[in-house]
């Protein structure tokens, strides 16, 4: 009975756990967040995207890790193709003037 108790809790335990683990990597993308996307939009609403050389001295502006972070979210963006995803334009932004 006790070997039974310590299996099912373990079991319910790994659950737990993974569930967490899978809701940090898929929770918002660097894409989502203002305060990393305002610096390459004119306008509050960012919809319109700023000229190349204002594009490229705010990509230059990011640390190395929020630029890392902004290229793996437009990858996976780009791998996951949807109608749904909203930064193709910012994404082919990223490719053309902060690097693949």
């Given at each position: 009975?006790?070997?039974?108790?310590?299996?099912?809790?373990?079991?319910?335990?790994?659950?737990?756990?993974?569930s967490?683990?899978?809701?940090?990597?898929?929770?918002?993308?660097?894409?989502?967040?203002?305060a990393?996307m305002?610096?390459?939009?004119t306008?509050?609403?960012?919809?319109?995207?700023?000229?190349?050389?204002d594009?490229?001295?705010?990509?230059?502006?990011?640390?190395?890790g929020?630029?890392?972070?902004?290229?793996?979210?437009?990858a996976?963006?780009?791998?996951?193709?949807?109608?749904?995803?909203?930064?193709?334009?910012?994404?082919?932004?990223?490719?053309?003037?902060?690097?693949?």
């Amino acid at each position: 009975m006790n070997i039974k108790i310590i299996c099912l809790s373990a079991m319910a335990l790994s659950m737990a756990a993974g569930s967490a683990l899978a809701g940090g990597s898929t929770g918002t993308s660097a894409l989502d967040d203002p305060a990393k996307m305002q610096p390459f939009y004119t306008d509050s609403s960012m919809k319109t995207l700023r000229g190349n050389d204002d594009f490229v001295k705010a990509w230059k502006a990011l640390t190395p890790g929020d630029q890392a972070s902004i290229k793996t979210a437009c990858a996976d963006e780009a791998k996951n193709a949807t109608p749904a995803n909203s930064h193709p334009e910012f994404c082919s932004s990223v490719k053309l003037n902060g690097g693949s």
